[in-house]
């Protein structure tokens, strides 16, 4: 039978989106003596395992993984039953996870939270002060993953984003720790703050550009975009209907970030920023960047005289987005987005994710792309934006 690997016609595959599931310790066991009691920590309420956040219930100690210990997938919106001993023990740990990852032929994983949401947005009603240990922590470990890994594990720093001036500091940190890439707030307005097209969030954008660290919006990364199910589903629906609603639904939720960023100003400003759209497919965005050329032409040609470029230009000099279920004609979709602009992932351990015979269902699909470009899908893009180093 022909492995992923084999499948991949040799190419190290870097998939750009993958979850860790924050081991019950990776807080209390760094945080300083004054701070233990309060971080998040796992403990019993009502005879359940439960996350706590300074003293009051976060959220169950649920996994937020469908990879079973046998290798095999959970399907449906039961996945929120599963306990930590039920999952793939590679949604936590280093080693199993680099094994299963030798396995399937990839040769590094860029690597999201879990627990504090993925633009850091879960701990929002807690005060600056510990929001702020709680995030130095986990960019603290997550460092400490990475070098365990070799490398080959490379999670996204998490910022202050509440404090322009503290997420600088942590971006800055974040580089001198080895991490590659910030993950944030895609709608900070949503907690009273400028939105992200505003000149007060320069310094960040200025510090990414000189510090070569990627700005990753993953979906569900605000306030208003972190449940799994948000207000699409109608009421009638089932659990598992919801689940599936909402999340297609939730991968469109990032045309409105990036719609925003390119009319924003921010680009022309940071000529050289980059910024990665998370788990959101590529199917959309040729339409997305064609309406937007059309629109800008139809309706704001004189009040966009900051804009030198179209929004296609500006995405193509400056944006990613990446893919992994998509198979239908895959190939010639890629192409209309721009080969250097696209990334695979496979969403690990997540319920969406590929695994298993799903991942030469893509190799086959991506057959059509000439070599060059299919190895830099795979592999070249990510390898250059994350600054991936192969052994």
């Known amino acids: 039978m022909t492995t992923a690997a084999e499948a991949f016609g040799g190419v190290p595959v870097v998939d750009v989106d993958t979850h860790l599931t924050e081991p019950f310790d990776l807080w209390t066991s760094r945080a300083p003596a004054k701070w233990r009691d309060r971080v998040p920590q796992v403990r019993e309420a009502n005879g359940v395992p439960t996350w706590f956040l300074d003293g009051t219930p976060f959220g169950l100690a ?91 594990l490379l999670p996204m720093a998490l910022l202050p984003w509440w404090d322009i001036d ?34 007060f969030w320069d310094p960040l954008w200025r510090a990414c ?40 639904m939730m991968f469109f939720s990032n045309a409105r970030v990036l719609t925003n960023l390119l009319f924003s100003g921010v680009c022309e400003r940071f000529p050289k920023v980059q910024f990665v759209s998370v788990e959101s497919g590529i199917g959309w965005i040729p339409y997305l960047l064609e309406n937007l050329d059309y629109q800008i032409d139809e309706l704001a040609p004189s009040s966009v005289s900051y804009m030198s470029m179209k929004p296609s230009e500006y995405f193509r000099r400056q944006m990613h987005a990446c893919f992994w ?53 795979l592999s070249g893009n990510a390898a250059k934006l994350y600054k991936v180093a192969f052994n």
């Open 166 to 199: 503290a997420a600088v500091a942590e971006a800055e940190r974040a580089k001198r720790m080895g991490l590659r890439g910030i993950i944030t707030n895609s709608d900070p307005q949503d907690a009273g703050m400028p939105d992200l097209g505003d000149p």
């Open 62 to 152: 649920q996994p937020a993984a469908c990879i079973l210990k046998d290798g095999s997938k959970h399907h449906g919106a039961t996945f929120m039953d599963l306990r930590y001993d039920d999952v793939h023990e590679g949604s936590s740990l280093v080693a199993p996870r680099l094994e299963m990852m030798d396995r399937t032929g990839v040769w590094a994983q860029i690597v999201y939270p879990n627990l504090l949401g993925f633009g850091n947005t879960k701990a929002s009603d807690y005060d600056p002060e510990l929001r702020m240990i709680t995030t130095t922590v986990y960019n603290d470990a997550v460092a400490e993953l990475q070098e365990e890994s070799g490398g080959r």
């Open 325 to 377: 279920f998509e198979h239908g004609d895959i190939a010639h979709t890629i192409q209309a987005v721009g080969v250097d602009n696209v990334m695979f992932e496979t969403d690990f351990p997540h319920p969406t994710c590929l695994y298993g015979n799903t991942l030469d269902k893509v190799a086959t699909a991506l057959a059509e792309l000439p070599e060059g470009d299919r190895r830099k899908v």
């Open 209 to 248: 550009t000189d510090l070569e660290l990627p700005v990753n919006f993953h979906i569900g990364g605000s306030q208003t975009q972190r449940t799994w199910f948000g207000s699409t589903p109608w009421p009638s629906q089932g659990p598992d209907q919801k689940l599936a609603i909402g999340g297609a």
